[in-house]
């Protein structure tokens, strides 16, 4: 689930005029791309075995979880050059030729969220992400994507596409149920593929984005993400309760339907 992270150079949060942060609690870690030297590995094992899995979160939309698998929820991140938008599917999405916004990888049923990435008005790449929530835990489990990369309105690609279950590739956590500060794990484990991984950075912020011509969000979390191909890859993601992803390197929330 790139998103904008290897189409744009990276802007540190606070350079940008983009989202507003506060910190509430002051807690916070350095940058993991400053230095890796003296911290744990990247988590790879996540006892999946032990997990229920369910793609549809409809029963818990009261609940504040910072990624809700709500089919027909749409989020649209934008700035002045690029529009990403996010949708969990529910039968109406590109890819969805019919189904009902969901597709079997490797024996689970995951939930489709699919993102359109639009630049200078002409759409670049379409993807159809498989999660899924394990019950035990509330973790939200990566098992995939397919990628359509475009130019001209024509597919000319499908540059990262991975599925558990072919080529060695194993699920990652997009998003834990509990949000520890300093957690590292991989999102993705598709050799020579996709091996993106995070880091749990920051806690309790407060959060300010266009969205209704302003609007406010607390007890927010941030995210570094980074590449265990590709060093110089590396993403800030905000991601508030009841609401999902907030905030994408130089894009921020501007719309969305629920």
Request: net charge negative; hydrophobic share 35%; aromatic share 8%.
């Amino acid at each position: 689930m790139k998103l904008r992270s290897t189409l744009f150079a990276v802007m540190t949060l606070l350079g940008t005029a983009a989202a507003v942060l506060v910190l509430a609690s002051g807690q916070a870690l350095a940058d993991p791309s400053e230095s890796e030297s003296g911290k744990r590995p990247y988590t790879t094992d996540f006892s999946l075995d032990d997990c229920t899995f369910v793609n549809d979160d409809t029963g818990l939309a009261g609940n504040p979880l910072w990624f809700a698998l709500i089919p027909g929820n749409q989020l649209t991140l934008a700035d002045d050059e690029a529009e990403v938008v996010v949708t969990v599917c529910d039968g109406t999405c590109l890819g969805d030729n019919g189904g009902n916004g969901t597709e079997v990888v490797d024996g689970v049923t995951t939930r489709v969220i699919e993102e359109q990435e639009t630049e200078d008005d002409e759409l670049k790449e379409v993807s159809r992400n498989f999660v899924a929530r394990c019950e035990e835990n509330n973790s939200i489990v990566y098992f995939g994507e397919d990628v359509d990369d475009y130019e001209d309105g024509v597919v000319v690609g499908h540059e990262g596409a991975w599925r558990v279950g072919q080529d060695d590739a194993e699920a990652g956590i997009l998003m834990p149920g509990q949000f520890l500060l300093g957690s590292r794990y991989f999102q993705e484990m598709a050799p020579e593929i996709a091996l993106d991984r995070a880091e749990n950075a920051e806690i309790n912020l407060e959060i300010e984005v266009p969205l209704d011509g302003g609007t406010t969000y607390e007890d927010c979390v941030r995210v570094f993400e980074t590449s265990g191909l590709h060093s110089s890859d590396r993403s800030e993601k905000l991601y508030c309760p009841g609401v999902g992803l907030v905030y994408d390197d130089e894009i921020e929330l501007v719309d969305k339907n629920f």
